[in-house]
């Protein structure tokens, strides 16, 4: 039978309390048992006296509070539309015109919308939005993806763009150059993983970019790749990722100190016949964990 273990000190809370009912809250509480009204024989309006007077005595933690809900944008309706079409500055007209002209197509009422969200909802300029919209073409395109953007997923990143305070053409600017970059080298990488015809995953997009914020540049990613082809005659994710994870803990980013420093020594004999070497053979420390990680992982 377990015992129910009180201090001192919460004793004489209670005692200097007077308080009966906060008393057996408090014993059912410590002994693990269903401290609802029910297995109390409390009624509800006694139970929350019970437990705010354990509150204030500092023996029952508040119930945490709530987080605020996030602000939802309005509904916007076809007068909303109309109305930002009628406006004299013309501002969102030429918005209008500019995003029809780079899809081709006269926009609907729910893409309007969406250009109204970014325009009065997060108050980002039509200038800013408009370079908003080059960037979601241009990273779309880099990403493999053979359509437009859809308007929607244009207005999910301008959220990310106001969190980020992303609001002038000067913070835009600089965040499409290094964002570009990013996807241009994940491009890149993802051709060397020889995966084309297609978009990458968003799990496979989190893989490579995991591995560049590591600080590994495509030799290196290569090293790894062909690494783990010799050892598993196969490309697996969660393999290359291991062995980048590993060399990365041990302080090697560039392909000169893996080089150096992740191989094995060669007995004469393995060097005489290196060229008849069969899968599984000669593999680095670095290697064999990382074997010996995916096994784990996959068990």
């Known amino acids: 039978m377990n015992q129910v273990v009180l201090r001192q000190e919460d004793v004489r809370k209670l005692l200097g309390s007077g308080d009966s009912d906060a008393a057996l809250l408090y014993l059912h509480i410590k002994s693990g048992a269903n401290s ?20 204030q005595l500092g023996l029952l933690s508040a119930p945490p509070m709530p987080a605020p809900a996030a602000p939802q944008p309005p509904v916007y309706t076809e ?18 015109g500019e995003v029809q002209r780079r899809y081709g197509r006269v926009l609907s009422t729910e893409e309007l919308k969406c250009l109204i969200t970014m325009t009065d909802y997060l108050a980002l300029p039509t200038e800013v939005v408009g370079m908003l919209l080059s960037y979601c073409i241009e990273r779309s395109r880099r990403c493999g993806a053979q359509r437009m953007p859809a308007l929607r997923t244009v207005e999910r990143e301008a959220f990310r763009w106001a969190d980020e305070k992303i609001d ?28 084309n015809g297609r978009k990458l995953t968003p799990g496979e997009e989190k893989y490579i970019f995991s591995w560049l914020d590591m600080g590994f540049g495509e030799p290196e990613i290569r090293l790894a790749y062909q690494r783990t082809l010799e050892s598993l005659g196969q490309f697996k994710w969660g393999y290359i990722n291991t062995i980048l994870k590993n ?4 302080g090697l980013h560039t ?21 008849f070497q069969h899968h599984g053979q000669n593999i680095s420390p670095l290697g064999q964990q990382a074997i010996q990680k995916m096994l784990e992982e996959e068990s």
């Open 36 to 55: 609802d009204a029910v297995s109390l024989g409390f009624s509800p309006e006694r139970l929350r006296h019970a437990k705010a007077a354990l509150q």
């Open 79 to 96: 007068t909303d539309v109309l109305q930002h079409l009628q406006k004299p500055d013309g501002d969102f007209q030429k918005l209008r």
């Open 168 to 195: 002038t053409i000067e913070r835009a600017a600089a965040y499409m150059q290094q964002q570009l970059l990013r996807y241009s080298r994940m491009a890149a990488i993802a051709r060397m993983l020889q995966i």
């Open 247 to 250: 060399w990365d803990a041990a």
């Open 255 to 275: 392909l000169d100190q893996i080089q150096q420093e992740d191989v094995r020594p060669q007995s004469a004999q393995e060097k005489r016949n290196s060229q």
